[in-house]
């Protein structure tokens, strides 16, 4: 099946620093990934969409300084949180849509996910 | 815009017992996909089963199952024989085919299997 890795799985930093989460697509290339934000019992919020070799798209709210989403290739995507702060700390999910037919009809598959907390 | 609508914040169940979660959903598309995923408490998302809109026919994946109503925007789960592993987070998702793979999700249900 088709896997999409995400590192790292959870990550503690100081305030003021930045971090950055890859997201990976394994055995598949991906012509979209997908960067979702979700807080404690709450739903996910689509924060941006990012194509390979192009600009991101952000969602109405989302500051695009304060996230940075390079899509540097087919099988990459990289989310920068700078100068996090503890109101950052958050779970982070990525999803990557697969390019052509696979197996199954299906086409979009989900990271395991970062645990971010900003101290 | 589209909107995905999950009015049972909590639902509980007896092992072996059937459960329905609840879903509605706001489009004036006719092309779409509804789904419906588990996040467990390890976090990850879990497609459970998918609906295209232009079947009429409802979708099927061994216990779960779906009651999707086009004309009423409804879009219920159905779990048969509750095992202690469903415990989970579930989301209704809705996508248009022609903005991609973007999801909209619904708030969330929390389903709790009890023994």
């Known amino acids: 099946g088709a896997v999409v890795s995400q590192h790292p799985s959870r990550v503690i930093c100081k305030s003021g620093t930045s971090v950055k989460i890859e997201c990976r697509s394994l055995d598949f290339q991906a012509t979209t990934m997908f960067w979702y934000r979700q807080f404690p019992k709450q739903s996910l919020m689509l924060m941006a969409t990012?194509?390979?070799?192009?600009?991101?798209?952000?969602e109405q709210g989302v500051e695009k300084d304060k996230f940075l989403i390079n899509h540097a290739s087919l099988t990459l995507s990289t989310l920068t949180v700078t100068s996090a702060h503890p109101e950052d700390s958050s779970f982070y999910i990525c999803?990557?849509?697969?390019?052509?037919?696979?197996?199954?009809?299906?086409?979009?598959?989900f990271g395991s996910g970062t645990q971010l907390s900003v101290l | 815009a589209q909107t995905v609508t999950q009015s049972q914040p909590e639902m509980s169940v007896q092992e072996a017992e059937t459960v329905t979660l609840s879903c509605t959903y706001d489009t004036s598309e006719s092309d779409y996909y509804l789904f419906w995923y588990k996040q467990p408490p390890s976090r990850q998302m879990i497609l459970v089963i998918r609906?295209?809109?232009?079947?009429?026919q409802n979708a099927t994946e061994n216990r779960f199952s779906v009651n999707f109503q086009k004309a009423a925007k409804s879009f219920s789960l159905k779990i048969s024989d509750s095992q202690l592993g469903d415990a989970a987070m579930y989301f209704c998702a809705y996508r248009v085919e022609t903005s991609g793979s973007r999801l909209t999700f619904g708030e969330g249900t929390q389903l709790t299997v009890n023994p």
């Open positions: 990012s194509n390979e070799g192009s600009k991101a798209t952000y």
């Open positions: 999803s990557a849509e697969r390019r052509g037919r696979g197996a199954t009809n299906e086409k979009l598959f």
């Open positions: 609906q295209e809109a232009y079947k009429q």
